[in-house]
Each structure stands twice: as C-alpha cells, then as structure tokens.
C-alpha cells in the first residue's frame, strides 16, 4: 500500500515497507499508480501457511523476501535514496554479521526496473583512496550501521593478497550516488581471489543483472561459506595468514560462494542457485551451466534456509524444482 501526503508544491508517497518517492508537483502533468502486489516493497498475500519465516529480528527480515532464515548475527539494514532522479528511497541493501567471525555471513537485496542498471540513468562508481583507514572517505569505509564493539581498527584485506569482493555488487546499484556509496562498506566485503572476482564471478554478476531486467522483482541473496572449518581457506589479517583462528580481526576466506535467486514475474515464480569455488585460477570460459543448483541444495551445502518467509507451499514448489530454460534463454 501507500500512503500520499503533500503540498501544493511537493507530493510525497511514502510506501508500507519504509520506501519513499518525492515529486515537485509544479513539473507533473499527471501521474499514473498501480498500486498492487507486484511493488516490490509490498510482498504477495500468503497463500498457505508459513512455518519458517523470521519472527525476529527487524521487520525486514520478517517480511521482506529476499531474506533467508536468521542465524545467530546482527541484522545491518541500509536505506538509501535509490533513483537520483525519482528520489526514490527504501531498503538498499541487508547483511547478516556474524560477531564471533567478525564477517558478514550474507548480503541480500532485490532488483526491480527503477533501480536496475541502466546505462543511461547510472551514477559515476565511487571511488576514493584505498589507504586502509575505513574512515568515511575512503575506498572501503567502516559501516556506521555495526556497533561500535564490533568494528576493525583497520581494513583485514590491505596487503591480504584478497579482493574486497562485493557481495551487493556496486554495478547493481548505480542509480544513484548514496546506495552506491553504501555498497563499498567493509561489511559488503569477502575476501576473493582476484582471478575469481574478475572472472566468473563477475559474469555470474552479469547473469543476475541481465535476469532481473526480465523478472517483476528479482529477489537476490549472495555470500561465502564461513559456518563450516571445511569450507574455510584460511583466516587473514592484512599481510598475516592462518589456518587457524587467532583473534577477532583475522576474518575467514570463504572456499565457496554462492548465489540465491528468486524471480517473480506475474504469477510465475522460478528459482535457481550458483555455487562456485574461489580459486585463484581463471574459469571465464566455464559453462556457468555446470554451476547451477536447486536451492534445496544450496541449503544442505550451506545450512541456510532461503526464502523463508514465501509462503511455505510457493517456497516448497520453487526450492525443489529448476527450470534451466526459464534462466538460459
């Protein structure tokens, strides 16, 4: 729903789950609303019963689909204007930080056409000096969102020989300059080999673009494995590297990451998973085919439960069930 205040100058709409859009009446003609289920702040009416949403946590967990079950984290919610030109703003993007880790275990979001990217419509990607500090001008700043007792003192990654490797990319949000800015906070980071970041993994990055301009709403969640000693690389800190963990800034190297996707596109829903080693070798010419699971499986590997809060009978029929030709055209 939605819910329109205004003036003889500005109108603001301000939509059910915290999104906003402002508009200078002296510059409107007219304007059309459709408001109905596919806003992609408004999620669809259950159809059955939901045993497994989240029933803690902020409300965005509990309500929005994107989310998978909560473990044992902190919730970061980051809001941001979302469309420099609408002004649009609402949820940018939400990870799950682990505090014993000292890493975030997911970053999810949604993907929808007024914040899709656009060639024509995209910001400049922010870029500032990569010193290491995490102050709020540099490359990878702090999150003001994660308690204080939490924060590094410096950047893990410096000199680590790993890539900050986004996990809401910043090329899905450059339509305008805050949520891009906000996607480059140290808690959107894994630690990647650059050769996997560049690589495959930044084509499966164009993969998840190129469906969410064919979805209503495509409803994304991304992270590395951290919850099991077998799929944990090593621990870094800066230039120190160790099998083991030896205090709270030595943060884990995921040996496997993953994608979480889910499309709505009418009354159709369709998901799929991508699941893929970081190796510091080049797989550019995979089949990206080969990578592609059931989220019922991505489950198991990763002991996360996706999508919980979709209606249970939706979540069962989409999680169990890949239809390659509804992705690969």
């Known amino acids: 729903m939605a819910v329109i205040h205004g003036s003889a100058q500005v109108m603001n709409i301000h939509f059910k789950n915290g999104g906003s859009i402002n508009y200078d009446t002296n510059s409107i003609d007219h304007i059309d ?12 009416q259950e159809t059955g019963e939901n045993v497994n949403k989240n029933t803690n946590g902020p409300m965005e967990a509990q309500t929005r689909l994107e989310f998978p079950h909560l473990k044992n984290g902190i ?31 997911w970053s999810c979001y ?20 990569n010193d290491g500090s995490l102050s709020p001008t540099c490359q990878y700043p702090a999150d003001p969102e994660l308690p204080e007792e939490y924060q590094f003192s410096v950047d893990p990654y410096k000199y680590s020989g790993y890539d ?37 993994w930044n084509l499966m ?3 998840v673009r190129k469906w969410a301009n064919m979805s209503d709403t495509l409803y994304v969640c991304k992270g590395g494995t951290i919850d099991y000693e077998g799929y944990i690389l090593e621990y870094i800190h800066q230039n120190s590297h160790q099998t083991t963990r030896v205090n709270k800034d030595h943060i884990p190297v995921p040996r496997f990451f993953y994608m979480a996707l889910l499309s709505r596109k009418g009354d159709t829903w ?60």
Not at 33 to 44: G, K
Not at 115 to 123: D, L
Not at 314 to 325: A, F, G, K, P
């Open 75 to 105: 919730v970061l919610v980051h809001n941001a204007e979302l469309n420099k030109n609408t002004h649009q703003t609402g949820v940018n993007y939400c990870v799950e930080w682990d505090t014993d880790l000292s890493s975030q275990r």
């Open 205 to 207: 990055e164009e993969d």
């Open 110 to 129: 949604q993907l929808y056409s007024s914040i899709n990217y656009h060639s024509s419509y995209n910001v400049s990607r922010y870029s500032a000096p």
């Open 270 to 329: 369709q998901a799929m998973a991508y699941w893929v080693q970081n190796l510091n070798e080049d797989h550019s010419n995979d089949s990206r085919r080969g990578y592609v699971i059931k989220i019922d499986r991505l489950e198991e590997l990763t002991g996360i439960d996706f999508f919980c809060n979709l209606p249970d009978d939706i979540e069962d029929n989409v999680e169990s069930n890949l239809t390659l030709s509804y992705w690969f055209k």
């Open 164 to 200: 900050h490797g986004h996990i809401c990319p910043s090329a899905d949000r450059l339509r305008s300059t805050d949520c891009n800015y906000q996607t480059f906070f140290i808690t959107n980071m894994q630690p990647q080999y650059n050769k996997f970041n560049a690589g495959i």
């Open 33 to 44: 609303f459709t408001l109905n289920e596919d806003n992609p702040d408004n999620p669809p």
